[in-house]
């Protein structure tokens, strides 16, 4: 089990590659650096069609900093196609999550150390409660949940709309590399 939010899927069509590239092309527009909130006249996703491969995210008017990047490869068959998606987090957000939820775990560990010492030292928790672990573990928890939480609430819309766009007939969890 992977601690960090990622996906990988397999979405099975029987679209021709064509038509699938052009269904990504309808539905992903280039990057734009600065986006006007209020202007709704874009295509659901920006990124970057190349050959049988493409990036995208999901194009939203509120802030995610855990909004899913997505990798796909197109891989055509005989009847159809599929598309293989991998969702996951920008490096950065992995990175500052990391730390954050590091120096949290860290003082959770300080204090339990600091607790059972002072029980094994006086035989008894003295002035100190269990209920000291309930900030830093609260935290811990509260952003693990965020992480959590919004990159799949993000990333289950974006497999709608991926099976939705290539008429899928099958979408699988693949294994991870």
């Given at each position: 089990?992977?601690?960090?939010?990622?996906?990988?899927?397999?979405?099975?069509?029987?679209?021709?590659?064509?038509?699938?590239?052009?269904?990504?092309?309808?539905?992903?527009?280039?990057?734009?650096?600065?986006?006007?909130?209020?202007?709704?006249?874009?295509?659901?996703y920006?990124?970057?069609?190349?050959?049988?491969?493409?990036?995208?995210?999901?194009?939203?008017h509120?802030?995610?900093?855990?909004?899913?990047?997505?990798?796909?490869?197109?891989?055509?068959?005989?009847?159809?196609?599929?598309?293989?998606?991998?969702?996951?987090?920008?490096?950065?957000?992995?990175?500052?999550?990391?730390?954050?939820?590091?120096?949290?775990?860290?003082?959770?560990?300080?204090?339990?150390?600091?607790?059972?010492?002072?029980?094994?030292?006086?035989?008894?928790?003295?002035?100190?409660?269990?209920?000291?672990?309930?900030?830093?573990?609260?935290?811990?928890?509260?952003?693990?949940?965020?992480?959590?939480?919004?990159?799949?609430?993000?990333?289950?819309?974006?497999?709608?709309?991926?099976?939705?766009l290539?008429?899928?007939?099958?979408?699988?969890?693949?294994?991870?590399d």
């Amino acid at each position: 089990m992977t601690l960090i939010p990622y996906e990988n899927l397999n979405i099975k069509t029987t679209l021709d590659l064509a038509k699938v590239l052009e269904k990504l092309n309808e539905a992903i527009e280039p990057k734009q650096r600065f986006r006007k909130f209020w202007d709704a006249s874009h295509k659901p996703y920006q990124g970057a069609v190349d050959g049988l491969h493409f990036d995208a995210t999901r194009i939203i008017h509120y802030r995610n900093s855990f909004l899913p990047i997505i990798k796909g490869e197109i891989q055509p068959e005989i009847n159809g196609c599929t598309i293989n998606l991998k969702m996951h987090l920008h490096t950065a957000v992995v990175i500052f999550m990391t730390l954050w939820l590091g120096f949290v775990a860290f003082f959770f560990l300080a204090i339990l150390g600091s607790y059972i010492s002072t029980i094994l030292q006086t035989g008894t928790a003295g002035a100190s409660s269990p209920m000291m672990f309930f900030i830093p573990g609260a935290m811990f928890v509260f952003g693990y949940g965020l992480v959590l939480g919004s990159f799949k609430f993000e990333s289950k819309r974006s497999k709608a709309y991926f099976y939705e766009l290539f008429q899928a007939y099958e979408i699988e969890e693949a294994t991870t590399d």
